[in-house]
C-alpha cells in the first residue's frame, strides 16, 4: 500500500492512500508558509488535534466543499457542527475513531485550545495528539504540545513516523523534541510547527543533526509544499 504525506507549512499535513485522503489540521487561509490555497485541498475525513485558529484554520470550508467527516475532541467537534459541519465525529483521549481508509486515536497533549472569534474565544475543551493508522503506516501527530513522560506509553503504539512540533515557545523546542522522539522511538521524524511565524524560527537542520546523532530515528523536514513517500 503507498502513502504519501504532505505538508502545506506549520501544523498543516494531508495523507493520501489509495482512493482515500486525510487532513490533519488545515490552516491553509493566513498561514504565511502555505504552498497551496484552501479552495484546491480536498479530503473526505478531516482530523483535528486542537480548536486554536492556526489549527482549526480552513476546516470548516473545506468539511462542507467535501462533505467531510471531522474529527475532534468533543467540544470542538461540537462547535465544528454548530458551524454547519454535518459529520462532525467527538472523541476524547484514549478513544479510537474509524473513519475511511483508517482510523485514530486520541491520546493527550499537554497544551490549550480555544478557538478566537471577532466576538471572543469558543470552543473550549482539551487537546490531543493523534495516533493515524492509515495506508498501512502509525503516524503520530503530536500536536502543539509539551514534552511529557507518557509519551512513553504511545511508543506502544509502534510508530511508523512522528510529527513533532518543534517550534518552541508555544510548544516543545528542538531540544525536548530530541527527548520525545528517543522516547517515542519512531523510525522516522517530521519536524513541524516552526518557521511559520517569528516566535518560532527554529534551525530545522541543526535539530536533524542533533536528532540524527543522539537516536536511531532518521529526520525528514518537509518544506511546505514538498511530500514524502512513507
Ligand atoms: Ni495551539
Ligand atoms: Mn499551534
Known amino acids: 500500500m503507498s502513502l504519501t504525506l504532505t505538508y502545506f507549512g506549520h501544523a498543516a499535513f494531508r495523507l493520501e492512500s489509495g482512493k482515500n485522503a486525510v ?4 490552516f491553509i487561509t493566513g498561514n504565511p508558509v502555505a504552498s497551496v490555497s484552501a479552495d484546491e485541498v480536498n479530503a473526505e475525513t478531516i482530523i483535528l488535534t486542537h480548536a486554536h485558529n492556526d489549527h482549526v484554520g480552513d476546516t470548516v470550508e473545506i468539511a462542507k466543499r467535501n462533505n467531510a467527516t471531522v474529527i475532534a475532541t ?5 462547535w465544528i457542527g454548530s458551524q454547519g459541519v454535518e459529520n462532525a465525529i467527538g472523541a476524547n483521549h484514549g478513544g479510537t475513531v474509524k473513519f475511511a481508509g ?3 486515536k486520541f491520546v493527550p497533549a499537554w497544551h490549550t ?3 478566537t472569534t471577532p466576538d471572543g474565544a469558543v470552543a ?3 487537546p490531543a495528539g493523534h495516533v493515524v493508522r492509515f495506508g498501512g503506516k502509525t503516524i503520530y ?10 509519551m512513553q506509553l504511545i511508543a506502544d503504539e509502534e510508530l511508523d513516523v512522528a510529527v513533532l512540533p518543534i517550534g518552541d515557545h508555544f510548544t516543545m523546542g528542538p ?7 528517543e522516547m517515542l522511538r519512531a523510525p522516522m521524524v517530521i519536524p513541524s510547527h516552526y518557521n511559520t511565524f517569528p516566535p518560532i524560527e527554529q534551525d530545522v537542520e541543526k535539530f536533524r543533526v542533533d536528532v540524527e546523532r543522539a537516536s536511531a530515528s532518521r529526520v525528514i523536514p518537509l518544506a511546505p509544499g514538498e511530500s514524502a513517500a512513507l
Do not use: K, N
Open 175 to 181: 531540544r525536548d523534541a530530541l527527548r520525545a522522539v
Open 141 to 150: 501527530f503530536a500536536g502543539d504540545t509539551s514534552l511529557f513522560l507518557d
Open 124 to 126: 473550549p475543551g482539551v
Open 113 to 115: 485550545s480555544s478557538y
Open 102 to 104: 483508517g482510523s485514530t
Open 23 to 26: 487532513l490533519i489540521d488545515p
Open 74 to 78: 468533543a467540544e470542538l467537534a461540537g
